[in-house]
């Protein structure tokens, strides 16, 4: 249930409206009446703090603060999605044996380390953050794993690599970055490329776009679940964060990052890709939307 009543609701979209128009007072005083008519949301709350440092201090990336990302990830819901997650991986290794293993978007990984086997012979990992592949890098070599890095995007490295072939591909969180197009043709590409293919993503319902009433409603509700899994630390990940990412959301002058769409979609997109058979391992019920790994062949 949304904490912001229709009320709220209603001076909070005229927030977000202003905002995207650049009209940061304006923006700042409809945020202010949505959170004088909801002292509860904690989200109205730290979008009047947000909006009042940025008319001040000036926006940055939202990855600008290493800390609040790392903080992030490695806390709240992140930990038992993680976890569902690195635990599947491991069950599926198991099953299959020997194999050669390629990680796309690896991270610094939090989803492939826990879940690695005797039986996985040889990782390549690509990563197109250098820090966080070398982080990974690291971690693997302390354990005697043989290993490639491919510090690229997932279409450099399509073209990179030629004809390889591995017995599993995974991919936890990172095609959504990809457009649709580049996504599809992707899944065309890996489909030639292994006989087995895991995608973790989100099942998001499909919102309208922009200022749709609808898709302020639905988000507003989802951010005050993530805000509620970050407290006591003063602000660091709500300001840091997840409160750049909600506003990034609903700026026209931010070039689009992610592009999330239901799990029915994705499962379209696989048996377009070739893929045969889909199967859905529901991973956890995350604040922002229920993960699944998607197992495709």
């Known amino acids: ?54 008319a001040t201090a000036g926006s940055e990336s939202v990855y600008s603060s290493g800390e609040a990302f790392g903080a992030f990830i490695r806390g709240g819901g992140n930990l038992a999605l993680y976890a569902a997650l690195s635990g599947t991986l491991r069950r599926i290794y198991h099953s299959i044996g020997a194999l050669t293993l390629l990680d796309i978007g690896v991270g610094d990984g939090m989803a492939l380390l826990p879940a690695l086997v005797p039986s996985v012979q040889h990782v390549d990992l690509v990563e197109p953050s250098l820090p966080m592949l070398e982080r990974t890098s690291s971690a ?102 997840l409160t750049p990412i909600f506003f990034s959301a609903f700026d026209p002058g931010i070039a689009r990052t992610n592009y999330e769409q239901p799990i029915d979609a994705w499962v379209a997109d696989l048996h377009t890709a070739g893929f045969t058979q889909v199967t859905r391992h529901h991973l956890y019920d995350y604040w922002w939307a229920p993960a699944y790994l998607l197992d495709a062949v």
Request: cysteine-free; proline content about 5%.
């Open 140 to 241: 693997l070599a302390a354990r005697g794993v043989a290993f490639r890095t491919f510090a690229l995007t997932l279409q450099s490295f399509a073209e990179h690599v030629g004809n390889e072939q591995w017995d599993l591909v995974q991919a936890s969180f990172s095609l959504q970055s990809l457009p649709p197009a580049d996504r599809q043709a992707a899944l065309g590409w890996l489909r030639g490329r292994t006989g087995r293919l895991l995608i973790a993503e989100f099942d998001p319902p499909n919102l309208g776009p922009g200022l749709d009433p609808a898709r302020i409603a639905h988000v507003t509700a989802r951010y005050e679940l993530g805000l509620d899994e970050y407290v006591g630390d003063d602000g660091l990940v709500a300001q840091g964060f």
């Open 1 to 54: 249930m949304n904490r912001l009543s229709p009320a709220a609701l209603e001076q909070f979209a005229v927030a977000l409206a202003a905002f995207a128009e650049g009209d940061l007072a304006s923006a700042i005083q409809a945020s202010r009446r949505a959170q004088s008519a909801a002292p509860q949301s904690r989200l109205a709350h730290e979008a009047t703090r947000y909006l009042e440092h940025i």
